[in-house]
């Protein structure tokens, strides 16, 4: 928008009024709660007189179509490029303080009496991050997302999404711990749909080497397995004897070092033991399932015992770890059918059948691998889908992700162009061949 601020001033009174609050509110809001604002503001027209029983639909519509304002279904938000210079003008006119006390009051979280509360609830919490940061104030912003000061917290992706957007800048003028609750979550919304999020991903790993290694090594070291970092993975959990066996464990299965990364996962259990002052154990999250493909992939009698026992745990196991428990689930399907001698038939129906974590790109992953281990070959609808998950994968710094999906599109015999660059494949064992079917 050129030159928005002379465009605002030329607007009548009840006009501006409407842009003022939209962008002052920042987030979606409708033209009956501008009303209630601008009354609870006391704001009056060149003659003095109140005008908020004057605001009409026509107004907000002109508004949208002159781009003003921004339709956003039942509410309406103002134009980017106005939020900036009106607030600044409500600052140095006195009212933002003011305005901010009122709509909080006028409109709280947590007072709602409409159909669509949980959006609505949303909505305002993302409302109150914005006016603390308008006022610069992060303690205010930990209030309003309800964590107090000092603790690391995970926000919910859309919650962390709107903060980012809402703060943008100023995102990284504020304290480490809250950086991390925006960031961490969006790095593993990232991950499950193979978005690419190396920019904000940069900042993570600048935070994680500024804080160093302690309640972030985990995540970390997951963050950099999911991106073929395994030297940084295992870096990131040296300190730790439990995470740093794990991971050891993990890259040297990546590297075809099974028997080595056993080692190093019956050293975790063994931490893990003594930690918890249990005989019988096993892993889980990601660390848990590569263990459980390693034990596959040995295949003796003693191995394949293991293998069954660790998921027969993790299925009774109330505290899981999120990070790779739906996988996790996967495998225990793939077992139990590699037990049964299901029809391969029925296999592309059953990986299908979980529609909860259908966007998850790493459990369609392993549910593809399942179905190719047991001699199975999904539909040509989900080739496809795996094939434009190989090329997000490769554009977004996910190399193993691209080079399994790759390899599982030359297995089902799909001869176009692979969507990863599998130089190197031949030395590196791939999940795709860990079960052969004959």
């Not at 709660?33 to 004057?54: I, T």
Request: aromatic share 8%.
């Amino acid at each position: 928008m050129s030159d928005p601020l002379s465009r605002y001033r030329r607007l009548s009174d009840s006009q501006r009024s409407i842009v003022m609050i939209a962008a002052l509110y920042r987030v979606g809001i409708q033209l009956s709660m501008v009303m209630d604002l601008v009354k609870g503001m006391k704001w009056r027209d060149e003659r003095g007189k109140a005008f908020y029983g004057r605001l009409r639909l026509a107004d907000r519509d002109r508004l949208i179509k002159e781009g003003f304002l921004v339709d956003n279904g039942n509410t309406f938000k103002a134009h980017p490029d106005l939020v900036e210079p009106l607030t600044e003008l409500a600052r140095e006119e006195g009212v933002l303080k003011g305005f901010i006390d009122l709509a909080i009051a006028q409109f709280p979280v947590r007072a709602l009496h409409h159909a669509n509360t949980a959006e609505e609830s949303r909505r305002r919490t993302l409302r109150d991050v914005h006016f603390a940061g308008m006022l610069n104030d992060e303690e205010l912003i930990r209030l309003a997302l309800g964590y107090s000061r000092g603790n690391y917290f995970l926000l919910q992706e859309d919650v962390a999404e709107g903060i980012e957007e809402i703060l943008g800048e100023r995102l990284d003028l504020m304290s480490p711990q809250l950086r991390v609750s925006v960031l961490l979550p969006l790095a593993q919304q990232a991950e499950r749909n193979l978005g690419d999020d190396r920019s904000a991903y940069s900042r993570l790993e600048a935070l994680f080497e500024q804080l160093g290694e302690g309640v972030l090594s985990y995540s970390m070291a997951v963050r950099r397995f999911l991106r073929g970092d395994l030297v940084g993975a295992v870096r990131a959990g040296r300190k730790d004897p439990y995470l740093s066996s794990s991971m050891q464990g993990i890259a040297a299965f990546m590297a075809g070092r099974d028997d080595e990364a056993l080692t190093h996962f019956d050293a975790a259990l063994e931490v893990k033991r003594k930690g918890t002052r249990k005989r019988k154990v096993h892993l889980s999250g990601w660390e848990g399932v590569i263990h459980f493909l390693a034990l596959c992939r040995k295949g003796d009698a003693e191995s394949r015992a293991l293998a069954k026992e660790a998921l027969a745990m993790e299925r009774r196991n109330d505290q899981r770890q999120p990070e790779g428990a739906a996988i996790f689930d996967v495998l225990g399907d793939f077992h139990l059918r590699l037990d049964t001698l299901l029809n391969v038939n029925d296999l592309d129906r059953r990986f299908s059948a979980r529609e909860s974590d259908a966007d998850d790109a790493w459990v369609e992953l392993f549910r593809l691998l399942a179905i190719r281990w047991l001699g199975g070959k999904p539909t040509p609808a989900r080739i496809d889908r795996l094939r434009d998950m190989g090329k997000r994968a490769a554009g977004a710094g996910f190399p193993w992700f691209a080079r399994e999906a790759g390899q599982l599109l030359k297995a089902w015999g799909d001869k176009r162009d692979s969507p990863a660059d599998l130089d190197g494949s031949d030395s590196v064992p791939l999940l795709t061949n860990l079960y052969v079917p004959e």
